[in-house]
């Protein structure tokens, strides 16, 4: 089994619906990511958690909001979508110390129509 | 501030030719670097990673990058391309608090 999961792996929405997406993991890491891939513009940060009371914006957190519902699992919501959202998003996990490598879930591919 | 650049949007070789993708970094200290891959429809996939020690790190598929200080540059390099190779590479450095700073990526393209 995978060690970052994701779901859904793709979903079409429409504009001002709201939308969850959510990941598990089972590598024991402390530290999860959402971050979000356009083309041209690589991967950027939406919103990163070091434990389930520790949680903080990334780069580019507007229009998103998250939830660490326990130490395994990490959920991003998008309150009300937007065509501009449309985008592929990754969950990742990392652990305190070492050298910063961090594993990376499948991804979600999201439409907002 | 902190950023990485990758110069090369598309690369297209041929099978059994060498591979070089360039990555350069701006960073007020040593970063600690990665290369991670991103074939169609998958995810990220760790290839290798500097953090300190030998310049020239040793990853996984055949893979290596030499860290160079005085460029400021971090570049993957394989000595035989294989089809399989054809993927998205994605250059990273850690800017701290494990965060991770991605370059644009480079889409490489593998002619039989």
């Known amino acids: 089994d995978a060690d970052v999961t994701q779901t859904p792996r793709n979903r079409i929405t429409k504009t001002g619906k709201r939308i969850m997406l959510e990941c598990s993991q089972t590598?024991?890491?402390?530290?999860m990511y959402w971050y979000r891939q356009d083309p041209g513009l690589g991967l950027r940060l939406i919103y990163y958690?070091?434990?389930?009371?520790?949680?903080n914006k990334g780069e580019i957190s507007d229009g998103y909001s998250v939830s660490r519902q326990a130490q395994a699992k990490f959920s991003l919501s998008l309150e009300s979508a937007i065509p501009n959202q449309t985008a592929l998003y990754f969950c990742?996990?990392?652990?305190?110390?070492?050298?910063?490598?961090?594993?990376f879930g499948p991804g979600t591919r999201l439409t907002v129509l | 501030a902190q950023s990485v650049t990758q110069p090369d949007i598309h690369i297209t070789v041929s099978e059994g030719a060498s591979l070089e993708l360039r990555c350069n970094y701006s960073?007020?200290?040593?970063?600690?670097l990665f290369w991670y891959v991103q074939s169609p429809g998958q995810g990220l996939q760790l290839l290798l990673k500097?953090?300190?020690?030998?310049?020239l790190v040793q990853g996984i598929k055949g893979f290596e990058a030499e860290f160079k200080r005085s460029q400021s540059s971090f570049n993957l390099r394989k000595p035989s391309v294989h089809w399989s190779d054809a993927a998205e590479y994605f250059c990273?450095?850690?800017?701290?608090?494990?965060?991770?700073?991605f370059g644009a990526g480079t889409r490489l393209a593998v002619h039989p």
């Open positions: 960073y007020g200290a040593t970063p600690y």
């Open positions: 990742a996990t990392g652990r305190e110390g070492g050298t910063d490598t961090q594993y």
């Open positions: 958690s070091f434990d389930v009371k520790d949680i």
């Open positions: 990273a450095l850690s800017g701290g608090y494990n965060k991770l700073i």
């Open positions: 590598k024991g890491h402390d530290r």
């Open positions: 500097y953090f300190s020690g030998d310049t």
